[in-house]
């Protein structure tokens, strides 16, 4: 019998690179769409993401295993919040394909991470 080989962590992480460029995406389709359909007074922002506190020359330096279980940790609520917008109620049921998508798409990412770590 052939012995599977393991797989490379350079092609994993290339993987969940791209996975995570189309979520961001299909996030940014999804806000448009809910600014298209549910309009709101003033700017909507998304101040409560995250600021980068490190140069891109510092990223190297990232220990990979923490980051990746931090992406991880990130990637759960994401999810969470997904399923929270799923059960919001029938104004939202229009939306349940862009959901779907986004849904399925984070959980490949998240299969990724596992790979990875």
């Known amino acids: ?3 599977l080989r393991p797989p490379d962590p350079r092609v994993e992480l290339d993987s969940v690179t791209s996975l995570a460029k189309g979520l961001l995406s299909d996030t940014k389709d999804l806000l448009a769409t809910l600014k298209s359909r549910f309009p709101a ?3 909507h922002k998304l101040d409560s993401l ?3 506190s490190m140069s891109a020359l510092e990223l190297a330096n ?3 295993v923490a ?3 931090r ?3 990130d990637l759960q609520r994401y999810r969470r919040l997904l399923e929270w917008l799923r059960r ?3 104004g939202l049921r229009a939306l349940e394909p862009e959901l779907s998508s986004l849904q399925g798409r984070l959980e490949r990412i998240l299969r990724r991470l596992e790979l990875l770590v």
């Open 41 to 43: 007074e003033g700017e």
């Open 1 to 3: 019998p052939r012995l």
């Open 88 to 90: 919001a109620g029938s």
């Open 71 to 73: 992406l991880s940790s």
């Open 67 to 69: 980051a990746l279980w």
């Open 50 to 52: 995250p600021v980068l």
């Open 62 to 64: 990232i220990q990979q």
